[in-house]
T-cell receptor, first 115, second 112 residues
Framework: AQSVSQHNHHVILSEAASLELGCNYSYGGTVNLFWYVQYPGQHLQLLLKYFSGDPLVKGIKGFEAEFIKSKFSFNLRKPSVQWSDTAEYFCAVNTVEGGADGLTFGKGTHLIIQP | NAGVTQTPKFRILKIGQSMTLQCTQDMNHNYMYWYRQDPGMGLKLIYYSVGAGITDKGEVPNGYNVSRSTTEDFPLRLELAAPSQTSVYFC???????????FGDGTRLSIL
């Protein structure tokens, strides 16, 4: 079964700082990769996704992620964070072939942006 | 277009009670999912469905049941509520396996 590891459980940054959140997955086959954001008290919203093609994907709100297949990684980046980026961020994967359906999530990274 | 709608938003149950968490989507999506989210953890898949009449277990199905009689609705049932089922429950849907999932607003359930 696949698993997802997010390295940083809590991150605190100042506004305008650069952000990189790590995500690694374990699965030998083809995967689709996602980053979701959850603002306090709200449901999960899709930030960006990778299915195939260019490994550098751009999402909403200035976020981007790079899929590095050899490292099984899909790190999330933003060059300059804002106070409104304070939220919980989840990396998720689903397998393209075989296995149970549904997403496998990492445990999440709680990001706090200080003004 | 309402998307994925979950009811109720909050509920408190006593141990041993039963209840059904409702989920409906108006996007004609074939795939529907139930997840639970515990503090400090990511979401874990409880059950999923790839179409009306078809359901299957996810990672943590024990203590839950589902049915899918229509494309729109995917209710989750707790037969004998236990404190370990205190969690936030999210329903999600997507049109096919190669599209991202759309999530509902969640149901916060406490078992006392």
């Amino acid at each position: 079964a696949q698993s997802v590891s997010q390295h940083n459980h809590h991150v605190i940054l100042s506004e305008a700082a650069s952000l990189e959140l790590g995500c690694n997955y374990s699965y030998g086959g083809t995967v689709n990769l996602f980053w979701y954001v959850q603002y306090p008290g709200q449901h999960l919203q899709l930030l960006l996704k990778y299915f195939s093609g260019d490994p550098l994907v751009k999402g909403i709100k200035g976020f981007e992620a790079e899929f590095i297949k050899s490292k099984f990684s899909f790190n999330l980046r933003k060059p300059s964070v804002q106070w409104s980026d304070t939220a919980e961020y989840f990396c998720a994967v689903n397998t393209v072939e075989g296995g149970a359906d549904g997403l496998t999530f990492g445990k999440g990274t709680h990001l706090i942006i200080q003004p | 277009n309402a998307g994925v709608t979950q009811t109720p938003k909050f509920r408190i149950l006593k141990i041993g009670q039963s209840m059904t968490l409702q989920c409906t989507q108006d996007m004609n999506h074939n795939y529907m999912y139930w997840y639970r989210q515990d503090p400090g953890m990511g979401l874990k898949l409880i059950y999923y469905s790839v179409g009306a009449g078809i359901t299957d277990k996810g990672e943590v199905p024990n203590g839950y049941n589902v049915s899918r009689s229509t494309t729109e609705d995917f209710p989750l049932r707790l037969e004998l509520a236990a404190p370990s089922q205190t969690s936030v429950y999210f329903c999600a849907s997507r049109p096919d396996k190669n599209q991202p999932q759309h999530f509902g607003d969640g149901t916060r359930l406490s078992i006392l």
